[in-house]
């Protein structure tokens, strides 16, 4: 069983997201914010600034002529898009090159959490989700309780080496899941809100207290299981979804 201290020293040590980020969040709820408050949040980080303009001349958003301008890029993407931008690197930094808990490396960890980001912003947007615009991010995120969890090793009083399969074992060799640490760190990043309780329901979207953000939660769950079923994630995890 992993103790208290090591779980937090875990949860310490991960890298720090962008600067930008809580910046970012603060804008995307702000009405009045513009293109430009945007583009000075971007313009601070260099790998914020390439990952946008890349997609920004993307197929998916490409116009008549590239762009190299961040104000022109954040103007065609879209606030919600440059959100996702943030999202996407902040996870990539936090990758490690192996989850041995899961018996994962990070190339097939990464596949899973794009697949499912992108079903959850197709799946919102098709059922009209009033919080469509969270959906991709909080998809991208619904496994990030996984960073801490399945980088305990069996000297560490951890599981085997994929020993986990599912919340149950979690909580068997650990005394938690990734879905409790998950919301943690969702907060500690700065995430929103809806981003953040996805990552703590997206197993169970009903069980949580209260109605707030419910939608996002379902959209999230049923990304992951068709995830599952489309082949983008690990056998042994498929075994624990409900």
């Not at 914020?48 to 190299?68: D, E, K, M, P, Q």
Request: hydrophobic share 45%.
């Amino acid at each position: 069983m992993i103790s208290d201290q090591q779980l937090a020293s875990r949860i310490d040590a991960l890298p720090t997201v962008p600067e930008a980020l809580p910046r970012i969040s603060t804008l995307l709820l702000d009405p009045s914010a513009s293109a430009s408050d945007f583009e000075a949040v971007v313009k601070t980080d260099p790998a914020l600034t390439a990952n946008l303009l890349r997609v920004a001349n993307s197929a998916f958003h490409r116009g008549l002529t590239s762009i190299s301008s961040v104000g022109l890029a954040v103007a065609r993407v879209g606030f919600h898009r440059v959100y996702e931008v943030v999202s996407l690197v902040s996870l990539k930094r936090a990758l490690p090159p192996r989850l041995p808990g899961y018996g994962l490396d990070s190339a097939e960890f990464w596949r899973h959490c794009v697949a499912v980001a992108v079903l959850s912003e197709r799946i919102a947007r098709l059922a009209g989700v009033p919080e469509s615009g969270h959906a991709y991010t909080a998809g991208l995120l619904h496994d990030v309780g996984k960073l801490v969890v399945g980088a305990f090793g069996e000297t560490e009083g951890g599981p085997p080496e994929g020993a986990l399969d599912g919340l149950a074992s979690e909580q068997r060799y650990l005394g938690t899941d990734h879905a409790e640490i998950g919301q943690d760190i969702a907060f500690r990043w700065n995430f929103t809100r809806p981003v953040a309780d996805a990552a703590r329901w997206h197993h169970a979207p009903l069980s949580e207290p209260g109605a707030s953000g419910k939608r996002v939660q379902i959209v999230v769950h049923v990304a992951n299981c068709l995830a599952h079923r489309f082949g983008y994630g690990p056998k042994a995890s498929h075994r624990g979804l409900p």
